[in-house]
């Protein structure tokens, strides 16, 4: 069975930084896309960063693009994501997930929620 | 990277059907086959009901269906059943690597 659990979130003061994790279990970590994705209490979802299994092709969204990093270790099944310069504006549920399908995020973890807040 | 634009709201009958749409800038979907489409009930995980404009996810049932013209995407929910009601978000790559979601529509079952 394929498992995504994020954890790392938490609340944090503007201008501060957190890293998230993302254990993967169930399926060969090393063969996937994976990808970030946030939603604020409310609203609806945004695409943050996506990252190759090779750990060099990335993107990000301009929003958080120079402030938010992903990495990957592929040989602890483990999806990173370190976030910097944090605003009320990332205040969110972070979840990760896995392009299983072209362009298709098929498993979604449960999130972790992150506040920005003084 | 703008936000694709759905309608707010949608809403059809018990066994109706209900049809969403997505439309994007000229170089979101235009030249993309990439389109997804997710489901999400409050409280939950996104799941994901459509790929690739048309093709659906092993599970997901066949009252499930989309399409894509031009640079506007289509979800069709056919035979609406009352574990429909829920929030819908297309997405679709988008150029330099990116991927782009709609900004939802909530679907709601009469």
């Known amino acids: ?118 | 990277q703008s936000a694709l634009t759905q309608p707010p709201s949608a809403s059809g009958s018990l066994g109706q059907s209900v049809t969403i749409s997505c439309t994007a800038t000229s170089s979101d979907l235009g030249g993309y086959n990439y389109v997804s489409w997710y489901q999400q009930h409050p409280g939950k995980a996104p799941k994901l009901m459509i790929y690739e404009v048309t093709k659906r996810p092993s599970g997901v049932p066949d009252r499930f269906s989309g399409s894509k013209s031009g640079n506007t995407a289509s979800l069709t929910v056919s035979g609406l059943q009352a574990e429909d009601e829920a929030d819908y978000y297309c997405s679709s790559n988008a150029d330099s690597n990116t991927f782009v979601f709609g900004t939802g529509t909530k679907v709601t079952v009469l």
Not at chain 1, 27 to 33: K, M, P, Q, S, V
Not at chain 1, 53 to 77: E, H, L, Q, W
Not at chain 1, 102 to 118: C, E, Y
């Open chain 1, 1 to 118: 069975e394929v498992q995504l659990v994020e954890s790392g979130g938490g609340l944090i003061q503007p201008g501060g930084s957190l890293r998230l994790s993302c254990a993967a279990s169930g399926f060969t970590f090393n063969n996937y896309w994976m990808h970030w994705v946030r939603q604020a209490p409310g609203k609806g979802l945004v695409w943050v960063s996506r990252l190759h299994p090779d750990g060099m092709n990335i993107g990000y969204a301009d929003s958080v693009k120079g402030r938010f990093t992903i990495s990957r270790d592929n040989a602890k099944n483990t999806l990173f994501l370190q976030m910097n310069s944090l605003t009320a504006e990332d205040t969110a549920v972070y979840y990760c997930a896995r392009e299983d399908l072209p362009g298709g995020l098929s498993n979604w973890g449960q999130g972790a929620l992150v506040t920005v807040s003084s």
